[in-house]
Protein backbone atom coordinates (compact mmCIF):
# COMPACT_ATOMS: atom_id res chain seq x y z
CA UNK A 1 0.00 0.00 0.00
CA UNK A 2 1.58 3.09 -0.84
CA UNK A 3 0.83 6.49 0.91
CA UNK A 4 -0.11 9.77 -0.20
CA UNK A 5 2.30 12.16 -0.10
CA UNK A 6 1.66 14.86 2.50
CA UNK A 7 2.03 17.81 0.03
CA UNK A 8 -0.47 16.54 -2.09
CA UNK A 9 -3.27 16.32 0.00
CA UNK A 10 -4.81 20.43 0.04
CA UNK A 11 -4.86 22.51 2.76
CA UNK A 12 -9.06 22.04 2.86
CA UNK A 13 -9.10 19.02 2.56
CA UNK A 14 -6.69 18.69 5.58
CA UNK A 15 -8.62 21.42 7.44
CA UNK A 16 -12.05 19.50 6.94
CA UNK A 17 -10.21 16.13 8.42
CA UNK A 18 -9.14 17.49 11.35
CA UNK A 19 -12.33 19.11 12.15
CA UNK A 20 -13.84 15.81 11.33
CA UNK A 21 -11.48 14.58 13.82
CA UNK A 22 -12.04 16.99 16.43
CA UNK A 23 -15.65 16.48 16.60
CA UNK A 24 -15.37 12.92 17.83
CA UNK A 25 -12.97 14.44 20.92
CA UNK A 26 -10.91 17.16 21.87
CA UNK A 27 -7.54 15.64 21.29
CA UNK A 28 -3.76 16.27 21.54
CA UNK A 29 -1.89 16.61 18.35
CA UNK A 30 -0.51 12.43 17.74
CA UNK A 31 -4.50 11.84 18.27
CA UNK A 32 -5.40 14.62 15.58
CA UNK A 33 -2.52 12.66 13.06
CA UNK A 34 -3.80 9.15 14.01
CA UNK A 35 -7.74 9.48 13.64
CA UNK A 36 -6.90 11.37 9.98
CA UNK A 37 -4.69 8.17 9.28
CA UNK A 38 -7.55 5.59 10.18
CA UNK A 39 -9.72 7.83 8.13
CA UNK A 40 -7.49 7.37 5.35
CA UNK A 41 -7.21 4.00 5.95
CA UNK A 42 -3.50 4.04 6.35
CA UNK A 43 -3.26 5.98 3.02
CA UNK A 44 -2.34 9.17 4.70
CA UNK A 45 -0.67 10.53 7.66
CA UNK A 46 -0.58 14.02 8.07
CA UNK A 47 3.14 15.17 8.88
CA UNK A 48 3.27 17.51 11.96
CA UNK A 49 4.81 20.24 9.76
CA UNK A 50 1.25 20.19 7.96
CA UNK A 51 -1.22 20.14 10.49
CA UNK A 52 0.31 22.86 12.50
CA UNK A 53 -0.46 25.61 10.32
CA UNK A 54 -4.14 23.97 9.55
CA UNK A 55 -4.64 24.05 13.71
CA UNK A 56 -3.78 27.66 13.96
CA UNK A 57 -5.71 28.82 10.95
CA UNK A 58 -8.45 27.02 13.06
CA UNK A 59 -7.55 28.37 16.12
CA UNK A 60 -7.16 31.94 14.54
CA UNK A 61 -10.78 31.72 12.61
CA UNK A 62 -11.97 30.85 15.67
CA UNK A 63 -13.40 26.99 15.17
CA UNK A 64 -11.00 25.40 17.38
CA UNK A 65 -9.34 26.62 20.82
CA UNK A 66 -5.64 25.20 22.55
CA UNK A 67 -5.62 24.09 25.93
CA UNK A 68 -2.31 23.39 27.80
CA UNK A 69 -2.92 19.89 29.98
CA UNK A 70 0.06 18.26 31.53
CA UNK A 71 2.68 20.12 29.50
CA UNK A 72 1.19 19.24 26.08
CA UNK A 73 -1.38 21.08 23.77
CA UNK A 74 -4.68 19.65 23.56
CA UNK A 75 -7.08 20.24 20.85
CA UNK A 76 -10.81 21.08 21.08
CA UNK A 77 -14.02 22.38 19.06
CA UNK A 78 -15.53 25.47 20.14
CA UNK A 79 -19.11 25.95 19.41
CA UNK A 80 -18.30 28.18 16.14
CA UNK A 81 -16.41 24.83 15.10
CA UNK A 82 -19.26 22.50 16.27
CA UNK A 83 -21.72 24.42 13.52
CA UNK A 84 -19.00 24.62 10.95
CA UNK A 85 -18.76 20.32 11.86
CA UNK A 86 -22.50 20.48 11.32
CA UNK A 87 -22.31 22.44 7.72
CA UNK A 88 -19.53 20.00 6.91
CA UNK A 89 -21.76 16.93 7.47
CA UNK A 90 -24.79 18.29 5.37
CA UNK A 91 -22.42 19.34 2.05
CA UNK A 92 -20.98 15.58 2.35
CA UNK A 93 -24.62 14.35 3.09
CA UNK A 94 -25.60 16.10 -0.56
CA UNK A 95 -22.53 14.31 -2.37
CA UNK A 96 -24.65 11.43 -2.16
CA UNK A 97 -27.48 12.70 -3.85
CA UNK A 98 -30.24 11.22 -5.83
CA UNK A 99 -30.10 14.06 -8.56
CA UNK A 100 -28.70 11.82 -11.10
CA UNK A 101 -26.77 14.14 -12.95
CA UNK A 102 -24.70 15.29 -9.98
CA UNK A 103 -24.49 11.32 -8.98
CA UNK A 104 -23.08 10.54 -12.64
CA UNK A 105 -20.32 13.56 -12.01
CA UNK A 106 -19.26 11.67 -8.63
CA UNK A 107 -19.52 8.34 -9.80
CA UNK A 108 -17.38 9.33 -13.18
CA UNK A 109 -14.35 11.17 -10.60
CA UNK A 110 -14.44 8.12 -8.59
CA UNK A 111 -14.06 5.66 -11.49
CA UNK A 112 -11.26 8.03 -12.65
CA UNK A 113 -9.83 7.93 -9.38
CA UNK A 114 -10.09 4.35 -9.08
CA UNK A 115 -8.84 3.46 -12.54
CA UNK A 116 -5.83 5.18 -12.15
CA UNK A 117 -4.69 4.03 -8.74
CA UNK A 118 -5.32 0.03 -9.95
CA UNK A 119 -3.38 1.08 -13.28
CA UNK A 120 -0.83 3.07 -11.78
CA UNK A 121 2.14 0.84 -13.20
CA UNK A 122 0.58 0.63 -16.73
CA UNK A 123 0.20 4.59 -17.13
CA UNK A 124 2.57 6.43 -18.16
CA UNK A 125 3.76 10.44 -17.25
CA UNK A 126 2.58 11.32 -20.55
CA UNK A 127 -1.01 10.20 -19.73
CA UNK A 128 -0.70 11.21 -16.12
CA UNK A 129 0.07 15.09 -16.79
CA UNK A 130 -2.42 15.16 -19.59
CA UNK A 131 -4.87 13.98 -17.28
CA UNK A 132 -3.92 16.32 -14.33
CA UNK A 133 -4.12 19.31 -16.94
CA UNK A 134 -7.48 18.10 -17.76
CA UNK A 135 -8.75 17.87 -14.61
CA UNK A 136 -7.32 20.95 -13.30
CA UNK A 137 -9.40 22.78 -16.17
CA UNK A 138 -12.06 20.86 -15.01
CA UNK A 139 -11.68 21.44 -11.08
CA UNK A 140 -11.34 25.87 -12.53
CA UNK A 141 -14.80 25.41 -14.26
CA UNK A 142 -16.43 24.22 -11.01
CA UNK A 143 -14.67 26.77 -8.74
CA UNK A 144 -15.70 29.10 -11.15
CA UNK A 145 -19.25 27.65 -10.98
CA UNK A 146 -19.58 27.84 -7.49
CA UNK A 147 -18.18 31.42 -6.93
CA UNK A 148 -20.31 33.07 -9.90
CA UNK A 149 -23.17 31.68 -7.18
CA UNK A 150 -21.38 33.85 -4.15
CA UNK A 151 -20.57 30.54 -2.90
CA UNK A 152 -17.27 29.04 -0.97
CA UNK A 153 -15.00 26.57 -2.70
CA UNK A 154 -13.41 23.61 -1.38
CA UNK A 155 -10.47 25.00 -1.10
CA UNK A 156 -11.54 28.11 0.31
CA UNK A 157 -12.89 26.14 3.35
Known sequence: ??????????????????LSSLAE????LYEIIKSIETKAEGFYRPST??????????????????????GKKIYSLTDKGVKKVEEIKIEIESLFTRDPLKRR?????????LTVHIN????DD??????ITDLE?????????IKSKGEKTVTQV
Open 1 to 18: MKKIVSDRVRRGTLRLLV
Open 25 to 28: KPMY
Open 49 to 70: GSIYPVLRSLARDGYIIIQERD
Open 105 to 113: VIDLLFNIG
Open 120 to 123: RKKI
Open 126 to 131: KVLNQL
Open 137 to 145: KCMALVEEA
